[in-house]
């Protein structure tokens, strides 16, 4: 069997973190693995499986030589050092937004358009967080038939701002039980402990932030449906880890709860926990540390006979970033099918 | 100035208590203050302003000679008590969610539906918490076009069930603090502490919450909009106090943003906090313990060209529920414009 030499340019971030961790869970064939941050970190070591790998700094020369680069860094890096992945010849699996929207960039969730990996030109994009978690929920009633508007209201825990963000929420919920001095806000706009915030990301001239534009744009793209209109309220909670959504939608054609129940239940990555008579229903506390999407609470709509109501969660550090990526990966070297 | 004999019913609760002291903050003319709960209570003695009144057993002798009764007792007891109150002559302000839906019971936001108070024949209801958040906040648009629909999604405070779900709350996330074992829940169906549950009351057949078919039904009769349809999700986060709810709605004509922010704020009962470029919206951190509302990220609803979307939060114990009770009060003294 070959194996690869991968490269995570980002090793030290939340995401970048659990790459390694699910690259070495789902035993993904690496033949080396090149972990790169800034040069505060080079020279420290990681442990992979049962061996040790070394932090080098991330410069265009780190790259040679290297099959895939997932890619766990903002932007700016994501962007300065895309041109020298390109030149080593290997391909850049991206976590950051910085190219999803291009063109000849596909952007996938590999349970929903796999195929579309093929298509690369060098760089496949790995979708926002929420997007994943609202688009494998709502993926298998847009099969049935197609979606047409969603409002989708979240409910973000802090670990999407990285490692510092539960630290943050952790500090100040101590310091409330200790009757201390709250630390205050860097991470977050505002405190966040016993509070919620509805800003993540900067926000545009037409009201809506960033995070909220990503749902539209990027589910669009994803799920092949160019006039896909969305209106998403991002809100920042109290949460450690996974992200909720609550999600009204609006099909073609009418989708009855449960065909939408059959359907997300035989769709992969996607656990149905949904029976309201044990209150059973997804829960960030449920849904944290692992990969399946769990939905629930799915009922008719009571605005529009073609709606409907449903409440997901899923890990967005796993599935919502680090595993979808390693996924990308499994599938490019798997091959089209 | 006349002066009036009011009674308390559940004066032991978080929202009894709340009463208590808005009718003091208000200065609200009453000549003797009799507070009922239960016989474990009775005898206990109850600030009041430069006074001291003694908790009294209920019990339907107890109502004799009072001009008015704050109902802040669980829906059982309202019922039971209902008819001692209407045959002692006074008038019953009931916050439980029994009388709601009465075709002879107004169901009164003063600031909304005012005028409705004097059709009373004995007993006035006290909307849900979340009801009133939300209409408060929508009310001026709908002035302007009627509401047709609306998508809500909430993030209720922990307090809105009662004094014990906030120590829930604070007990649980003291005890992640100190490593020690989570308290089990209780007041909650789940722990609490870093998590959100989308159950708020039991589930009815078509799948949704008591708490979420309250808005529709509630707001229906409160807006005098008897097509009203709302899709809502409960959702309960680990915040003390204050909800908060993203609402989309679509309106009979197109109301744009820029009326929407003007009309909201003019309506009195209501604060526009709003400013995008300068993070200012409304948080539950910011609206506890007073009682306006708090509406911004007022923007366009982008799923459809009569749509708006926006974020409201609120004190769901005093204009959620006790100062909503005496302000009802207030006007009933005041007699019909």
Redesign the interface.
């Known amino acids: 069997m070959k194996k690869y030499k991968v490269g995570i340019l980002g090793a030290t971030g939340a995401v970048g973190a659990e790459m390694i961790k699910i690259l070495a869970q789902r035993n993904f064939p690496i033949s080396e693995l090149v972990p790169m941050a800034s040069a505060n970190s080079a020279g420290k070591t990681l442990p992979y499986s049962d061996r040790t790998f070394t932090i080098v700094e991330a410069k265009p020369e780190a790259f040679e030589g290297l099959d895939i680069v997932l890619g766990a860094a903002e932007n700016d890096i994501a962007e300065k050092f895309a041109p020298a992945i390109k030149q080593a010849g290997a391909v850049f699996i991206d976590n950051s937004s910085a190219f999803r929207l291009c063109d000849d960039v596909p952007l996938v969730i590999p349970e929903i358009n796999g195929e579309d990996i093929f298509t690369h030109k060098g760089i496949i994009a790995n979708p926002n967080c929420t997007t994943i978690v609202t688009l494998m929920a709502v993926k298998a009633i847009s099969d049935i038939s197609p979606i047409e ?3 989708v ?1 979240s ?1 973000q825990a802090t670990s999407g701002a990285g490692i510092a963000g539960p630290a943050e ?2 500090a100040q ?2 310091a ?3 009757d201390k001095p709250i630390p205050a806000a860097k991470v977050f ?3 966040i402990a ?6 993540i990301g900067g ?1 545009g001239d ?4 960033s995070e909220e534009m990503k749902l ?1 744009n990027e589910g669009r793209k994803i799920m092949h449906l160019p006039e896909l ?3 998403c ?1 991002c ?1 920042r ?4 880890r996974s992200h ?1 959504v ?1 999600v ?1 939608l ?1 099909t073609k054609e009418k989708v009855t ?1 449960l065909e939408a129940k059959q359907a997300i239940a035989a769709f992969p990555g996607c656990v149905l926990e949904d029976d ?2 044990q ?1 059973i ?5 449920l849904t944290s540390d692992q990969d399946l999407i769990f939905v ?9 006979p073609r ?1 409907l ?1 449903l ?1 997901s969660c899923g890990d967005q550090i796993r599935k919502g970033a680090a595993t979808n990526a390693v996924q990308i990966a499994e599938r490019l070297i798997g091959g089209a099918k």
């Open positions: 508007t969603m409002v209201s409910y929420l952790l919920s101590k409330i039980a200790e706009q505002y405190q016993y509070n919620v915030i509805p800003q926000f037409n009201g809506y932030s539209q209109k969305v209106t309220t809100v909670v109290p949460v450690i909720s609550s009204q609006i709860p309201t008579t209150s229903y997804p829960m960030p506390l629930g609470r799915i009922r008719e709509d009571l605005t529009n709606g109501a409440w």
